[in-house]
């Protein structure tokens, strides 16, 4: 099993920026790709950036040159520098674990930008 924990988020205006951190534990040897999605009110949660095991990354059109993905396997935490930001990032932003056959959620962590 992987335990998945966010934080990091907040309150911020607009053009401000956020790091948000998921730390992982347990059976985390199994995990290929970590990545960060969110989910607004009233939408479907979509992707944001994933990371692999061997630090290749994927952005979401809508963050690209915003947003950075990165990890630090010493700490078996995943991180998003989210900057520039825009009220339409607002949402709860969930970290992602997968592994061939398995799939881990954390809790979220919310982020509201205010214009």
């Known amino acids: 099993q992987v335990q998945l924990v966010e934080s990091g988020g907040g309150l911020v205006q607009a053009g401000g920026s956020l790091r948000l951190s998921c730390a992982a534990s347990g059976s985390i040897f199994s995990i290929n790709t970590m990545g960060w999605y969110r989910q607004a009110p009233g939408k479907q949660r979509e992707l944001v950036a994933t990371?692999?095991?061997?630090?290749?990354?994927n952005y979401a059109d809508s963050v690209k040159g915003r947003f950075t993905i990165s990890r630090d396997n010493a700490k078996n935490t995943v991180y998003l520098q989210v900057n520039s930001l825009k009220p339409e990032d607002t949402a709860v932003y969930y970290c992602?674990?997968?592994?061939?056959?398995?799939?881990?959620w954390g809790q979220g962590t919310p982020v509201t930008v205010s214009s």
């Open positions: 992602r674990g997968t592994s061939i056959g398995d799939d881990y």
């Open positions: 990371i692999t095991s061997g630090g290749s990354t």
